[in-house]
């Protein structure tokens, strides 16, 4: 009997470490209802009947770790292509932007050439009148032919005259005839030129159709993916867990890319003191692409980077943790702008963080800018105070679209509220 006993304690000592250790409300139960089972018999059943209970318990047990590890794996299969689909959404949508961006400036270069023509047809119109004119003029003089008039010396001052009008008529109807010309060839190359770029916008309208379509299917796919992952896999542990795991992922980012950016500003440092400065005219040292703003002076003069409500402040409760930015309320494809001049250190997909930038600024402070639509910026570029470096979108797996933004200084994070204006 004491026997019996010991294995129940057992049986419950390995049960209860299983029920902590697994998640999922599925896996608990059956847990929960293995224990209910095993206490209900523990008076009647003897030891053999206690070690076959064991057994069924190790069995299960092994068969949920299986299942559980299968989970895990198809998770990070799925959070893969959901990357995959993200960043192949924010591709096409830039695309798509340029795309129309271009046909705006084709129809607007379609309506320039049309203008001119028009003009050119009315230029064409008056050219002809005014020579019909001269022809009438010519006429008018009598059908004198040069030479009659040349051996009329009857009145040698007339004839003068006459052969200066003479003159004049013929050269300004040359003139005239030679502009008809040139009108009519230009006429011609504008004619050439509109077909070509009515044909050139047809071709762009037809891309844009079927980047258009491209975005749709990603779009569907996207929702079809967060809809799986939700169903199956995402419960509160589980969404707890990712959010952890993100945020460490972005300390270890941050601490990676503060390194690299003080060893090549310390490599700058000793270039520059090895090296002369360029004078200009004036006397004054030559500004140098790398010249980075004083980010501390321009603290309360921030502008946001983009307009919006906010809708989770800095230090604002975030499941067991805290927002360490803001999140900006914007619409889907809003225009970011950067905060002010920097250059460009991340620009990829972070799980959690979907889409992600991030701005150097110089002396430890960067700018970080997440669920992004697309990414217009590539590292190592620079930017300028307000240039649009990205669109806001809802990537990282949000179903609402938005804006984080965040400051760090030296890998620590500080509150957009007191650097950006009020």
């Not at 509160?236 to 941050?254: A, T, V």
């Amino acid at each position: 009997m004491w026997a019996a006993s010991g294995v129940g304690q057992l049986i419950e000592v390995i049960a209860g470490s299983l029920y902590n250790l697994l998640s999922g409300c599925m896996i608990k139960q059956i847990v929960v209802c293995l224990l209910l089972g095993i206490w209900v018999n523990e008076g009647k059943a003897d030891f053999s009947e206690k070690s076959k209970e064991l057994n069924e318990v190790q069995l299960n047990m092994n068969a949920v770790q299986q299942d559980m590890q299968r989970i895990q794996l198809d998770q990070k299969t799925l959070n893969n292509q959901l990357a995959e689909i993200e960043k192949k959404f924010g591709e096409t949508a830039a695309f798509l932007k340029k795309l129309k961006e271009q046909i705006e400036l084709q129809r607007q270069s379609l309506t320039h050439i049309r203008q001119e023509i028009h003009t050119l047809q009315n230029e064409i119109s008056t050219q002809n009148e005014e020579l019909a004119g001269q022809i009438k003029a010519a006429y008018a003089m009598g059908q004198k032919e040069k030479l009659k008039l040349m051996l009329n010396q009857r009145d040698p001052a007339l004839a003068s005259r006459m052969m200066v009008y003479y003159d004049y008529l013929n050269s300004a109807r040359l003139t005239k005839l030679t502009n008809i010309e040139e009108s009519l060839k230009r006429f011609d190359r504008l004619s050439r030129q509109k077909q070509d770029e009515t044909r050139l916008l047809v071709h762009t309208l037809q891309q844009k159709e079927e980047e258009q379509s491209a975005l749709d299917n990603a779009k569907y796919q996207r929702k079809e993916l967060l809809t799986h992952l939700s169903k199956d896999f995402y419960s509160n542990g589980q969404q707890l867990r990712q959010l952890n795991e993100s945020e460490i992922k972005l300390k270890r980012l941050l601490a990676s890319l503060q390194k690299t950016t003080d060893d090549s500003a310390l490599e700058t440092e000793q270039v520059n003191a090895l090296s002369t400065p360029k004078n200009d005219d004036s006397g004054n040292k030559e500004d140098s692409p790398q010249l980075k703003v004083n980010f501390d002076s321009l603290k309360g003069n921030l502008p946001w980077p983009v307009s919006g409500r906010l809708t989770k402040k800095f230090g604002s409760e975030r499941a067991e943790s805290s927002w360490d930015g803001v999140l900006i309320d914007a619409s889907e494809g809003t225009e970011i702008h950067a905060v002010t001049k920097g250059q460009v250190v991340y620009a990829e997909w972070l799980r959690g963080y979907g889409l992600l930038m991030i701005i150097d600024h110089g002396n430890g402070y960067m700018t970080l800018y997440a669920f992004n639509q697309s990414l217009y910026k590539r590292v190592g570029e620079w930017v300028e105070p307000g240039e649009i470096i990205a669109s806001v979108g809802q990537s990282g797996g949000r179903s609402q679209s938005g804006l984080y933004f965040g400051i760090r200084k030296k890998g620590k994070p500080v509150d957009p509220l007191e650097w950006c204006r009020k």
